[in-house]
């Protein structure tokens, strides 16, 4: 199979999108399927990186194998091969398996066609070895994941999904115009190192940070995923974000900035979550919650923790994930998320509900789930660099993402007073979804070797020492100990059907009331002018009928006049320049 | 025996076709016989452009009389690129046209219509392949009138009125540009391109030269619908039959931009256009006009004024690369006006296909169609992605070397402009992708449920140029290498 190693992975999902367009039925049920395996199969047994890396050569890449298309004078690389980008091709196949068992009941091809494109698109990115290609790939994830909102096909939905697509491009223009001036500066635009010494390396630090989710770049993520199909939330989930977490890995490690940005957005989630009530708009908060411990794993850039950040990356899509498909579906089954409207739904969902509490667990770094195996490493690797304030709000953010998410989550979905609904259990196809995540993150939680084995950098690290277990329960004994009590005193804030706007306001309320404000002060001045006009016009017209000049119809036709006036008008103020000026 | 008279042959088929169409009898015979002159004519373009794509130029002299006093084609990669772009779009749009044509042109003027087409196919042709300036006027007239016919035979009335005042404004285009030539005449005393460029540097300094540059500038800009002279182009493009809004928007404007290139670097040269505010003014206009005509377009209610809108700013990004002046630039402006050529082209077949089913262009009775014409949808997506400049298609790959340009000089501005210019397409590009797709609620939609997908004669044409969009996109060799190698001959001081 010497041929197909260098075969990139995107590939043979972008064929696979084009086979389901013209196929109907199980046929195309066997190539959704089968796509992700044979490309997951491909990659673990034909595709190994040249060599494993060690901390000191970080990210040195080895091209031992690759895959290049000449685009117009570059060369273009589709293939880069190392740990890192292999890490992340493993993790997006066994995403987008998940994701498609999920997705499997659907009959809607154009979420079947872009979610396979969008897949792609994410594996395409992580192999991209040279910033044109990644700029590729990174509007193709724009451009195919829109669809998965729009294609709930409400009012609402589709203006949402065009503020996000707004954002995703504006992260793709961003990154096009820093990957120019790169190129313009180095003569190269391969994607390596890039840090923020140039202008160019913030350009496309504020591209990967707007796909991450960075305080105030964040609204697209919490507008958005709450409003795409229950399906195509659990896509959305599992890419955009970690694409991101990817390139930060890759361009920004041990950028310090990143560290404090990273902590921010660990913590001010948590508050939005706690009051909203769409519950999977809290998983959307949640979710930059999450990445922000990735951030911040990545801005420490010591081995330990940058292993960390992608450990994290990879345990975090397969726990968000499977808490997006419980709530999926219940969203499927009931039809409606909202905290306040559900409740007492183990009694009729109760596989559903068991599968969510895994998922809660795991995001909230219980012992033996896959959550504390990661997220430990970015804890002590915070400590080890001496950044105690910080470690202490990371503390409160693991404390905060067992509020919203580990306690949250299930409880108001499937405990709380019963709301009387009465559903049938979640279709099987979902069910055999949610049990495959369900079983890694225990898998990863207990036998974590495996992960490590798997990480960029060599370290010995090992999770389950007496310290980190304590404080970790600690941590979560004494925030459900929190939870319970504001519930008993009813200081826990109600579920309320509200919708909370953030950061969002700012261009959803204030931009329009500002624009109509200056357009009606445009409006008066534009009055005040044309009745100004108006009447010196009438003045010279009164002037102009009594004169001879009149019989000429020298303007009577808009266009034709108007572009003779303009000829005269560039013709004469171009010799007068030309003689005069030069 | 063929390939000696090559250069003569593009332009004397289908002059000479243009009267045997004529006396046909009405019916498909017209349409045949042009279609079958226009794939013989883009085949010699092809041929003519493998000859010159290493960098020769081959001299043509017309009936023998040695230039400069006789008439020279002279081809360098340059006018065969421009020849293959008009020739090419020609061969794709008359297939297309059967019955496009049969549903807006009355029956008994079919003959006279395509008579017409073969006359402008002429004129354009013309003005690609000569090198001398005053017969470069002579086709400039023949293109301009048989468009002018042309474009008064569009179903609506208003159609006499916008045939009408492009006549008028063309034809001050023209008075303007034979006042120039006239001026550069009286001063060396010949017409020929190369002598002109030879005989000119040492009047650079003389202020008729620059009076003729002046009129010749502005004539040509009129030509070209540069703005603020663009007034004429959108009810032209909007009224016109469909068939003739494709080919005028893939290839006149192209022409013109042709012709300023070889004015400007050519005959002029570009040392004197240094000297003159020609590129500051340029530049201002252009980065004017992709911003303000962007946002028209954003407004238009109707398809095809919309790209009508959309192309006066996509011919700015042309003139751009002329103001930059750069060998970058100036490249862009090549590749930009092959590029353009493909996505409007394919765009406005995908439009003409939605008119020929609909009987209308304007935006709101098209609500719903996407579902009903799957495959032209996908067209306008494609082809509006080209348009906007998403990588993977051909239009970034000109927008990439506009901005380069743009970089290498320092001009920050002008790159931001471009963006924005990309942003804004992506806003009217997005109006006719949300009629067609997400419309579903209106009533017209009920009224849309029973329209099939266009016939296969216009599918065809269209996702050719669909897939040279994308082709392109990848596969730079013909456009960018070719421009690379014009430049080199327009600009020979340059690298």
Known sequence: MIWASSLPPFIPFFIAALLVLVTRGHLRSVILLATPVL???????????????VASDALITAKELSYTLNMFSYQLEFMRVDKLSLLFGYLFHIASFIAIIYALHVRDTTQQVVSLLYAGSALGAVFAGDLISLFIFWEGLALSSVFLIWARRSEQAIKTGTRYLIFQVMSGVLLLAGALMYFNQTGSTDFNFIGIESTAGWLILIAFGIKSAFPFLHTWLTEGYPEATPTGTVFL??????????????????????????????????????????????????????VGFMVCGIGIGTALALNGAVAHAFNDVIFKGLLFMSMGAVLHRVGNINGSDLGGLYKSMPKTAMLCIVGAASISAFPLFSGFVSKSMVMSAMLLEGHNYLWLMLLFASAGVFHHAGIKIPYFAFFHHDSGIRVKEAPTNMLIAMSIAAVLCIFIGTQPQYLYALLPWKVDYWPYDMTHVLAQLQILFFSALAFVWLNKQGLYPPELRSVNIDFEWTYRKLLPATARASYTVLQRFNCAVANAAQQSWQGFQSVFQASRLSQYHLASSWPTGSMVLWIGVILGGYLLADIYFK | MIENHLSLLLVALPLLAAPIVAVLPNGRLPWALSTLVSWSVCYLAAWQLINVSSGQVISYELGGWAPPWGIEYRIDAANALVALIVSGIAALTLPYALKSVIKEIPHQQHALFYAAFMLCLTGLLGIAQTGDIFNLFVFLEISSLSSYALISLGKQRQALTAAYQYLIMGTIGATFFIIGVGLLYA??????????????????????????????????????????????????????????????????????????????????????????????????????????????????????????????????????????????????????????????????????????????????????????????????????????????????????????????????????????????????????????????????????????????????PMWVLVLANIYFGFNTELTVGTAEQAVKLLMPGAN
């Open chain 1, 39 to 53: 490309g997951g199969l491909h990659l673990w047994l034909d595709v190994q990186p040249f060599v494993p890396m």
């Open chain 1, 237 to 290: 989930s599992a890419f955009t974000t970690k694409v991101a977490v990817y390139a930060l890995a890759r361009g920004y490690p041990g950028t310090d900035l990143l560290v404090y940005v990273g902590a921010a957005m660990t913590c001010f989630p948590i508050f939005y979550a706690v009051i909203e009530n769409d519950l999977r708009r809290v998983l959307a908060y949640s979710m930059i919650n999450q």
């Open chain 2, 187 to 460: 001063m060396t005393g010949t017409l020929n391109m190369a002598d002109l460029a030879q005989r000119l540097p040492e009047l650079y300094e003389h202020r008729t030269i620059h009076t003729a540059f002046a009129f010749i500038m502005v004539g040509f800009a009129l030509k070209l619908a540069l703005f603020p002279l663009h007034l004429w182009l959108p009810n032209a493009y909007t009224y016109a039959p469909t068939v003739v809004t494709i080919f005028l928007a893939a290839t006149a404007t192209k022409v013109a931009v042709y012709v300023m290139l070889r004015m400007v670097f050519t005959v002029f040269g570009f040392s004197f256009i240094e000297n003159t505010p020609t590129d500051e003014l340029f530049l201002l206009l252009c980065v004017t006009a992709i911003l303000s005509m962007s946002f028209y377009a954003i407004y238009q209610k109707d398809s095809k004024r919309l790209l009508a809108y959309s192309s006066v700013a996509q011919i700015a990004y042309m003139m751009l690369g002329i103001g930059l002046g750069s060998v970058l630039g100036v490249t862009a402006t090549l590749v930009h006006l092959f590029n353009h050529a493909l996505m409007k082209g394919a765009l406005f077949m995908a439009i003409g296909a939605l008119i020929y089913r609909v009987g209308s262009s304007r935006l709101e009775h098209f609500s719903g169609l996407g579902k009903q014409m799957p495959w032209t949808f996908a067209a306008i997506v494609i082809g509006g992605l080209s348009l906007i400049g998403v990588p993977g298609t051909a239009g970034f790959i000109s927008k990439w070397y506009l901005v380069l340009a743009a970089i290498e000089q320092q001009h920050w501005l002008i790159v931001g402009v471009i963006l924005m210019g990309s942003l804004l397409a992506v806003a009217y590009v997005w109006k006719i992708i949300e009629v067609l797709y997400f419309n579903a609620t209106d009533e017209r939609e009920q009224q849309n449920t029973a329209v099939k997908e266009a016939p296969l004669m216009m599918l065809i």
